[in-house]
Structures are given as C-alpha cells and as structure tokens.
C-alpha cells in the first residue's frame, strides 16, 4: 500500500498562475482567494503534475486545456509545476512537469537526487494505479463547466479501479471481471482478404457476407447466360429487317434518280425561256438610260422645299405689315409728343414721379386734417367755458400731471380706490375659505376617527368569536364552531371596510381641504402684501407730481375736465405738428416740379402741382413706350432678316438641285413639275433593272455541268436497272427529289442503326461467354475456401461466449463485492453529514440509493436524487467520493483528498458540520480546501475558535 502526502507546488507560466504554496499533512488545508485568483488553477496545476495535458476535451464554445493553460505573460516561457510529497517510506520525491510537452515528466529522489522519467508522462497511473478519469470522480472535486460532459467515461474508468481494487487488492495492474468478459467479446482474429487482425464477429461477419456475394454473382453470371441465347435469336431477326431495308434503299435510288433526270428537264427549258426574256428587259432599259439621273426621292424634296417657301413668303408679308402697324406709326406719334417738352424733363426719373405724386396726395390729406383739428379745438374749449370750468388752470394742472405716465395717471386718478376696495374684498373671501377649510380638516379627521373605532371593534369581535369557534372544534361541537368562525368571517369583512373607508376619507376629504386651507391662507397673505405695494405706489406718484393731500379731492373732483383738457392740449400739440409736415411736403414737391415747369414759382397751389405731377406721369409713359418701341424694332427686324435669309437659303437648294439634270423652264414651279414628270421615267428605269437582277440565268459552266449531270444520271440508272431488271416496270414516281432524299436517308440512317445493334449484340454474347467461362470455376473455389474458414471461425466464437458467460457469472459476484463495500463505508459516512437519510446502496453505475427518513421515501438513482437540493446533492457526492477513497486505499493507499468550492451550495450549520468532518478526516489523510468564501471562516474564528485552529490556511510565497 501506498501512502501520499503534498508538501509543497511551485507553479511558473501556469495560465496567469505563478507562485509557490505550502501544506500541512497534519491538518486540514484551507486556500482561501479571491474569484479569478486562480484557485482551479492551482487544483489543475497538482492535476496534471500527475497526469499529461490532455490536448483534446475542449469544443467550439470551450477552450482545451492545452489552449487554457497558455503562459498569460509575455515571456512566452514554457510552463513548469514542481510537486514535492513524501511517502509512506518518509522518503521526499519532487515531480517535475511541463505541461504541453511529451516526455517532460521527471521524478526526482531529494535524498539521492537521482532523476527517472515517469513513463507516458503520468504519475498517477504508473505508480498510485489511478486512471485521469477515476483520480477525477474519487480524490479530486474540481469547478469545471465541461465536468458532467466527461463524467460518463470516468464512472467507467472509476467502477473498473473499484472492482480491481476489490476483487484484486494484492495486485494493482489486476484487470476486472468486466474488462476481462470485454477482453473475451473484443477477440480478434485474421481476416481472410486483407490479413488485418480485426473482432471475430466482425470476421465472421465480413465472411458470410463474402458468401452472399458470392452467391449473388453466380447467379448473375447464369442469369446473363440465359439472357444471351434470347439475344442471338434477336441477331437474327435483325439480320432480315437490314436485307429489307437495303431492298428498299435500292427502290429509293432508281426513284430518285428517275425524279431528278426530270428536274433537270424542266430546269433546262425554264432556262430557255429566261434568256429570251432577259434579252428584252435589256433592250427597254438602253432606251430610258438618259433618265437615270432623276431620283423620287429628290422631287419629294424639291416639293418640301416649294412648300416651305410658299409658306414662308407667307409669313415674311405678314411681320412687315405688322412691324409698320405696331412699331413704326406709334414711334412716329410719340416722337411728335415728345418734341414739345423742354430737354431738362428728360432728367426725371420715375422714382422722382412717384414721389410726387405721392406728395400732393399727403398735402391735400394734411389740408383736410389741419381743418378739421382748428375745428374741433375751438368746439372744445367753447365746451368747457359754458360749463363755467376756468380752463386756463385746469390746463395748469395738467402741466404738472404731464410728468406722469399714462398708468401713473390713471392709477392717481380714481385708479387707486377701486384697485384698493377690490383687493380688500378678496382678502375677505380668502378669510373666509381659510375657516371653511379649517372646519372641514376638523370634520373629516373626526369620521376617520369613527371609522378606525369601528374597524378596531369588527376585528374584536372577529379575534373573539374566531377563538369561540376553535374552541368549539376543539370540544367536538362543529356547528358551534362553524358559525363562530362565519361570524368571525363577516366581522373581519366589516374591519376591513371600514378601514377602507377611513383611508378613502383620508386620503380625499381630508387631503382636499388641507390643500383648500393652504391655499386660502397664501391667498390672504398675497392680497396683504398688494394692498401695502399699492399704498406704497400711490404715495411716490403724489410726490413726483408735486400734489399736497388736499388737492387730491379737488384734483378727483376736476378729474372729468382734467381729462377734457388733456384732449384739447393734445390736439393743440398734433396741430403744430401736422402744419410743420405740410410746409416740408410743399418744399419737397415745389423742387422736383420746378424740373419740370420753371415758371410754376415757389408757392404753387395744390391743383396747379397735381396738374404738373399728371404732365410729369404722362411724360415717363411716352418715354418708356418709346424705349420698348424702339427695343422692339431692333428685335423685329432681325426676324424680318433672318426669314430673308431663310427664303435665300431654300430658293439656291432648289435651284442647284435643278441645275444637276438641267432642268429647263420659266419659273421655278415649272422647272419642278418638268422634274416630276421625269422621275416617272427613271422609276420605270429602276424596275427594268431590278427585274434584270431578279432574273436567274445561269452561266455557260453551270448549264454544260447540269448537262453532264444528267448524263451520268442516265448512265447510273442504265447500271442499276441492268443489274436489278426487277425495277424497270417501277413507274416515274409523282414525288419531288427533296421528299424522296429524305425518305432515302431515313432509311439509310435506320440501316446503319441495325447494323450498329447488330454489332452490339454480337459484342455483348461473345463477352457474356467469355466472362462465364473465366468467373465461373473461381467462383466455385472461393466459396469453398470460404466456407472452411468459416467452420471454424463459428467453432472459436462459441467457445469465446462460453467463457465469457461464466466470467459475467463471477463479475456479478465482484460488483456485489465492491457495493457491498462501498455500502460499509457510506453507512459510516452518511450520519456524520446527512443524519436524515439512512440505508445506503450504490447501483451498478455507481448510482446512490437511500431513504428519506422524514418520509420514508427510497430515493434509487441520480434521477430521483435530482429533486433534491443542490446543497445535499453536494454532501452525497462528497460521502461518496469518501467512500470509494476508503475503498481504493489498500491498492493506492490514503490519497490526498483536494476539494474545489465543496460548500459552494452548503448552509452555515451543514458547514461547520462538513468542516468538523474534514478535520476529523484530516487526522487519517490530507485534506486540502480551495474557497473564495473567506467571510464563513472569519465568522468560524469568532463562533467556533477550536474548530478554526485545527485549520491550516495555505499562503503564496
């Protein structure tokens, strides 16, 4: 047996992990870290410092472990993990790994210092017996997401340890009744085609399937014979049908020479006819040759032209009658007009007019209103004499008010005592909403009150008659007990309306008239402070108008004639200004006149500037008409040239067209229709020789080499005919040569298609006998063959089952060895951890089975396991890896038991109750604890100071 203890792991370049760590083989070891610390680092660091690297196990979503543990540092060194235990010898051993590597696994004696290679780079399997997988579901718990992934295939590994630690503990490469009856099913033997050593039922396999092959192509080959003696009378058949079809090609040949000796017959005389008919078209054409010249085409365009010149003399008389209407006569009325004005009047501009003619509208608009003020001033002022008002001091005062503004004025004048009664007046009513307010806060809060009595009461009774009831229940007496809980019932309904209805009224009534009351006391508080602004106000108006408290009755007792007076001053002051606008009007339209008319003076009359302004008016016209004319006839005449031109331009394409062909005539019309009448005569030309063209007539070598055509025609159907008299009472076929061409190559191509089959099939039987005469014989031998390797294969299989059914027999036994085993142990285990389940089992795939004692349930198995909680699922698993160490430690002695987040899911009292455990397991072999909950163990030290001290907290170095 062997015994294992860590003392010290120093880890370089290990993923992000480099440092050194101490353990105590005495005392329960606690890591205690931060998350991404590397705490499963470090557990995967003693991992595989005694396993290799897997470089396979990771997936597109996860990274392999090769890839994971990469150096995170920029040295790109390779990683390194030294391990230092000792022994059950006491002697000290130090691996030394590198990870990613093959054959970098080194063990070194620390008291010899001798180094030895560990073989396939695993410590765990050549010296503790312990496969990765196992090591994995027995003394190391890891925090891994791939973990259940992999969990299947290390149950498997773990149940073959267990058995060959149970069934085999003196021997630790034992193998177990399972693997062996494995061994027996996994027999191989040699295959007889490729020699490769394959699984006997695979063999067996391969070999009668060989046999069916066999047999399925011999009864192809047989089958193929009896199809080609059906063949060959098909050859036959094929024969005749082609001795017909040349039959026919022969008829078809003498039918279609006859049918072409005729064709060329008739060719030979149409030629005939073509040639006289030519030689008359010839004649006609020399007679019209001098016509030729005259084209269609160019008596359309000399009609185009005629037309567009017709048409365009047209418009050229109508623009000179209208440019002599429209711009010559007007011109000569306007320069006519214009000649009586003086040349400075051409120095106005229109700019100049505008003005004043708006001049003279402003002055008689100012004459009218400068009456109508004089007016109404004296109405005025008559007004307030016969009211007996002195108006000289009422036109004081209003001097001195005139330092005012109007708001000021209308507030010092009356303004003040209706502003100050109208706040007074809603400073009462805000008053009066704030005692409104105040009685109905006062009413609402007493119905709140009354409503939360009779709540309190309903819940009296109900709490009174609900214990009634229950006592009655309790003495037997049901209907009693019914009713006091009925009752009970409608008293706790009443409570709880009534409580609803007291929140209603708090939170309406209650709620509403205390904003009510705020909002009637700022209310008051705000008409306070206007009513002091207001004061305030009236006070500095009084001193800047310079009014003495005594004459603020007179100035309110004079406030109508006050206001009176202040109309007639404002009318005064308005008059001024309206006569002073109207003497600077008359300068300004006395100015621009005067460049018109000197003699009007410098004091005209309103009608005499009117007057003026209208000649002015009418003077700008004249001149801006004369302008446009003047424009326009620039404008016009221009089109008047260009049409000219235009008019040129045709007349000389007309003419050089007619001059071409020398055309004669008077005019230019009659030189067209002479033109006219002559392209009749070239368009008969042109037919003449499109006829010519259209005529076929062969050449001398084409007609001598259809005569010698026919000749040899003649001269082939004599030969034919000779050698086959049978044809020469076939009559003149009525066909055209293309229709029996055709019918000749149709038969001629069906022939070469006989021949063609006939050729295949010939091919095809003498193959299919060839290929029966070779296969056959081996055939026949290769089964035999087969069938005696065969035998005897059969006879080593049933042997092989044989023992394997007695080694499955035994393995039986053994599994219920090492559960019952395991059964021992668990019974030790379970009450220590989980009191309240008892009677333990292990199933055959390593499966737990207990009873719930509380229910008195049989959980059987991870699926009814699955409802309990994650928490107690943890502790099982824990009791069972216990368990299987306790089994596995006469064959690798009391391993190091390392554990990764074991009390992840565990409450607090299950945790002390774990730890103690722990400790107490400690005492036997190494515990070593990795966590991130540092806060449960300074809670330890404070409420379990014995257990805490029994601890030993791992530390870098």
């Not at 773990?158 to 099913?185: D, H, M």
């Not at 007889?192 to 046999?211: H, Q």
């Not at 709620?511 to 500095?540: F, K």
């Not at 005067?594 to 009608?607: A, T, Y």
Request: aromatic share 6%; with cysteine.
């Amino acid at each position: 047996m062997l015994a294992m203890w860590l003392n010290k792991i120093v880890i370089s370049h290990f993923g992000k992990l480099n440092g050194t760590f101490h353990f105590d083989s005495s005392k329960c070891n606690v890591f205690c870290a931060d998350n991404e610390y590397g705490k499963s680092t470090l557990v995967d660091g003693i991992l595989y410092s005694l396993y290799p690297l897997p470089t396979r196990g990771g997936s597109r979503e996860a990274l392999k472990p090769s890839e994971r543990y990469k150096p995170w540092d920029d040295d790109q060194e390779a990683s390194q993990i030294e391990l230092t235990l000792t022994m059950e010898s006491g002697r000290q051993y130090r691996i030394e790994a590198f990870p990613g590597r093959k054959n970098s696994y080194r063990l070194v004696d620390l008291e010899t210092n001798r180094v030895t290679s560990i073989p396939n780079d695993s410590f765990g399997e050549t010296k503790l017996g312990l496969t990765f997988g196992a090591c994995l579901r027995s003394f190391l718990l890891r925090q891994d997401e791939d973990l259940e992934k992999k969990m299947d295939s290390a149950t498997n590994e773990l149940q073959a340890v267990v058995e060959r630690a149970v069934s085999t503990a003196s021997c630790k490469q034992g193998v177990s009744a399972q693997q062996a009856a494995e061994l027996l099913a996994s027999i191989a033997a040699v295959a007889p085609e490729s020699g490769k050593k394959l699984k006997l039922s695979t063999v067996i396999k391969n070999i009668r399937d060989e046999l069916s092959s066999i047999e399925t192509q011999r009864r192809d080959l047989e089958e193929k014979r009896t199809r080609q003696e059906k063949e060959i009378d098909s050859l036959n058949k094929l024969e005749e049908e082609i001795q017909k079809l040349q039959s026919r090609e022969l008829a078809l040949e003498v039918e279609r020479i006859r049918a072409r000796i005729k064709s060329l017959d008739a060719e030979l005389r149409q030629q005939e006819e073509r040639k006289k008919r030519h030689q008359e078209k010839l004649a006609e054409s020399e007679r019209l040759t001098s016509y030729a010249r005259f084209s269609p085409e160019r008596f359309a365009q000399l009609q185009k032209i005629c037309g567009e010149l017709e048409q365009r003399s047209k418009v050229l008389n109508q623009m000179r009658e209208k440019f002599h209407r429209e711009i010559e006569e007007p011109l000569a009325a306007l320069e006519k007009e214009l000649s009586y004005v003086s040349p400075t009047s051409f120095e106005l501009t229109e700019a100049q007019s505008d003005r004043l003619n708006l001049l003279v509208l402003n002055l008689v608009t100012q004459r009218n209103e400068i009456a109508e003020l004089e007016k109404n001033i004296e109405e005025m002022e008559a007004a307030l004499r016969a009211q007996g008002v002195d108006v000289e001091a009422i036109l004081s005062l209003e001097d001195r008010l005139r330092a005012l503004s109007q708001d000021e004025l209308r507030l010092i004048i009356g303004g003040h005592q209706k502003q100050r009664a109208e706040l007074e007046r809603k400073q009462s009513e805000a008053l009066q909403r704030r005692s409104e307010a105040q009685l109905a806060t006062q009413n609402a809060e007493s119905k709140i009150a009354k409503q939360r009595t009779r709540a309190w009461i309903a819940w009296l009774i109900a709490l009174v008659m609900a214990a009634g009831g229950i006592a009655a229940f309790i003495s037997h007496q049901s209907i009693l007990g019914l009713g006091g809980l009925a009752v009970a019932l409608v008293s706790t309904i009443f409570g709880i309306l009534y409580g609803v209805r007291a929140a209603q009224i708090r939170d309406v009534n209650l709620r509403a008239a205390r904003m009510e009351l705020t909002s009637a006391e700022s209310e008051a508080t705000m008409y306070r402070h206007q009513l002091s602004e207001l004061n305030a106000t009236v006070d500095r108006i009084r001193a800047k108008a310079q009014i003495a408290t005594a004459e603020m009755l007179e100035l309110e007792h004079y406030a109508e004639f006050s206001a009176q007076a202040s109309r007639v001053v404002g009318e005064r002051r308005r008059l001024e200004k309206v006569r002073e606008a109207y003497q600077r009007n008359i300068n300004d339209a006395v100015e621009i006149a005067m460049l018109f008319d000197s003699g009007i003076g410098n004091s005209p009359s309103l009608e005499e500037l009117d007057r003026v302004s209208k000649k002015i008016e009418r003077f700008l016209e004249c001149r801006k008409d004369q302008e446009r004319l003047l424009a326009r006839r620039d404008t016009e005449a221009q089109q008047i040239e260009a049409e000219k031109q235009a008019i040129q331009t045709l007349s000389r394409r007309a003419t050089e067209i007619l001059d071409s062909v020398n055309t004669p005539g008077d005019s230019l019309a009659e030189r067209v229709q002479r033109y006219g009448e002559n392209c009749r005569f070239a368009a008969r030309y042109e037919q003449i020789q499109a006829e010519l063209k259209s005529y076929q007539i062969l050449s001398p070598d084409d007609e001598q080499r259809l005569r010698e055509e026919r000749e040899q025609l003649s001269q082939r159907l004599e030969e034919l005919l000779e050698a086959h008299p049978e044809y020469k009472a076939v009559p003149v076929s009525l066909r055209s040569s293309a229709l029996i061409d055709q019918e000749l190559a149709s038969v001629r191509k069906t022939i070469e298609e006989k021949k063609k089959e006939h050729q295949t099939l010939l091919l095809q039987c003498d193959r299919v006998l060839e290929e029966y005469r070779e296969k056959m014989p081996q055939l026949i031998e290769r089964k035999a063959n087969l069938e005696d390797t065969l035998e005897k294969y059969m006879r080593t299989q049933e042997a092989a089952e044989l023992a394997r059914s007695v080694i499955l027999a035994l393995n039986e036994d053994v599994a219920r060895d090492w559960q019952r085993e395991l059964k021992i142990r668990l019974e030790k285990i379970l009450p220590r951890l989980l009191p309240h389940y008892d009677q333990p089992g292990v199933l055959d795939n390593l499966e737990l089975t207990l009873r719930d004692r509380a229910t008195n349930k049989i959980l059987q198995g991870n699926k009814d396991l699955g409802y309990l909680s994650k928490g107690t699922r943890d502790q099982l698993n824990l009791a069972l890896r216990l368990a299987i160490g306790d089994v596995l430690s006469p064959q690798c002695g009391p391993l190091p038991l390392i554990l990764d987040e074991p009390f992840a899911h565990w409450d607090d009292d299950r945790f002390v109750q774990g730890l103690r455990f722990l400790v107490e397991l400690a005492r036997e072999r190494q515990v070593i604890l990795l966590t991130c909950h540092r806060w449960r163990y300074d809670r330890l030290r404070e409420d379990y100071a014995q257990l805490y001290n029994e601890l030993f907290f791992v530390t870098e170095s």
